[in-house]
């Protein structure tokens, strides 16, 4: 996802939003929707050639 917000000279504001499971899955080779485990990057910066802050976190799988 994207949002573009923008900011006054030297203005800071705190951004926060929520992801879901839909958000990080894919459909895979088999034509399932899946969400693999590991680790995510969240990237935020004026444009991809101007990544200002990354965000990593991971994913692990339900024990059941």
């Given at each position: 996802a994207f949002k573009r917000?923008?900011?006054k000279k030297d203005e800071i504001r705190?951004?926060?939003f929520a992801?879901?499971?839909k958000d990080l899955s894919y459909w895979n080779d088999d034509n399932e929707f899946v969400l693999d485990p590991g680790e995510f990057n969240i990237q935020v910066g004026s444009s991809?050639?101007?990544i200002r802050q990354e965000i990593?976190?991971?994913v692990f799988?339900?024990?059941l």
């Open positions: 917000i923008s900011l705190t951004v926060s992801l879901c499971k991809s050639d101007d990593k976190f991971n799988t339900e024990v």
